[in-house]
């Protein structure tokens, strides 16, 4: 069966510091990899997946294959990026999404 | 449209009562999924429909549990006969196929008491 792993529950930088959320996966093919993230009161949404190699919001992720890494890094971090951050997995396009347990980022002014 | 909406947003009931939750998706998406989450824990699936059709029902799905997708529109959730162990909050999450990408609603919280 498919897993994610975020070890860490709770990180906390300060502000201007880089920040590296870590995230594992299990499976054997080529998994689908993704990071969404929830910010206080507001629902789950979107912040990127692998396939678009794209930076959002200064936040990056590479995926690994050789370690089944997926982990998230921006340079610099930011108050408004305190929120929690959930990876996921998905094992073919447009089905079910397998999700970490997350990791909530408080950035420390 | 604003995004996937889901009501009621909150809902506490005794054990042992019925209750049923709606979601509506985004209007032109085709798949919606129905997730549970718990305290300290990431979203789990539990089923999902592409259109009227459920594809899949995770093992999490009891038999007092039902879903519902009548018209390949909204879709309904109904707990019978409600645990303790029910409570949680309950996503919803609508996509299509290109670009794919699932949109989550806001939860409905639910508390047995």
């Known amino acids: 069966a498919q897993r994610v792993t975020q070890p860490e529950k709770l990180l906390s930088v300060f502000k201007g510091a880089p920040v590296e959320l870590k995230c594992n996966y299990s499976?054997?093919?080529?998994?689908?990899l993704f990071w969404y993230v929830q910010y206080s009161r507001q629902r789950l949404q979107l912040l990127l997946r692998?396939?678009s190699r794209e930076s959002i919001k200064g936040f990056t992720a590479d995926l690994n294959k050789g370690e089944t890494s997926f982990h998230l890094k921006k340079p610099f971090a930011q108050e408004e990026d305190s929120a929690m951050y959930y990876c996921?997995?998905?094992?073919?396009?447009?089905?079910?999404?397998?999700f970490g347990k997350g990791t909530r980022l408080s950035v420390i002014a | 449209d604003t995004g996937v909406s889901q009501n009621p947003r909150h809902k506490i009931t005794k054990r042992g009562q019925n209750v049923t939750f709606r979601c509506d998706p985004i209007?032109?998406?085709?798949?919606l999924y129905w997730y549970r989450q718990t305290l300290g824990q990431g979203p789990e699936f539990l089923t999902y429909?592409?259109?009227?059709?459920?594809?899949?029902k995770s093992r999490l799905l009891s038999d007092r549990f039902s879903a519902e997708r009548p018209k390949g529109s909204f879709s309904t959730l109904e707990i019978q006969r409600t645990e303790q162990g029910d409570s949680a909050m309950y996503l919803c999450?609508?996509?299509?196929?290109?670009?794919?990408?699932?949109?989550f609603g806001p939860g409905t919280r639910l508390t047995v008491t």
């Open positions: 999450a609508s996509s299509n196929p290109t670009p794919y990408e699932q949109y």
């Open positions: 499976y054997s093919g080529s998994p689908e």
């Open positions: 692998h396939i």
């Open positions: 996921a997995l998905n094992i073919a396009g447009n089905t079910p999404l397998v």
């Open positions: 209007s032109e998406h085709n798949r």
């Open positions: 429909f592409q259109n009227e059709a459920q594809l899949e």
